[in-house]
């Protein structure tokens, strides 16, 4: 199935929708789940944007438990090492299948 709705505009509804409404913690229905969503893909969307036209890597790295509350500068500085325990390469590539927006 096909939408004729661009991402843009369902991120203008899920902001129409979520406007003026309360939230407290523990808050659930479909009004919380598009503001999440959209949220994520604005998140998203930013990284995007930083990447654009920079011939960078974008890396998911796994922080083992000693690395909690390290900056993650400090993290990704010592992933660079050989013995670092797991990574993922992420693509951001609109044309990709594993693209975050195929």
């Not at 919380?32 to 998203?44: D, H, K, P």
């Not at 390290?70 to 951001?92: G, R």
Request: negative net charge.
């Amino acid at each position: 199935m096909k939408l004729k709705m661009t991402i843009a505009e369902a991120l203008e509804f899920a902001d129409e929708w979520s406007q003026g409404a309360t939230f407290h913690e523990g808050s659930q229905g479909w009004r919380v789940v598009c503001m999440l969503l959209a949220e994520e893909v604005r998140r998203l969307h930013k990284i995007e944007a930083a990447l654009a036209g920079k011939n960078g890597v974008l890396v998911r790295l796994d922080r083992p438990e000693d690395y909690n509350g390290v900056h993650p500068q400090l993290v990704a500085e010592d992933a660079i090492k050989d013995n670092w325990p797991s990574y993922e390469t992420l693509t951001l590539n609109k044309n990709s299948s594993t693209s975050p927006y195929a």
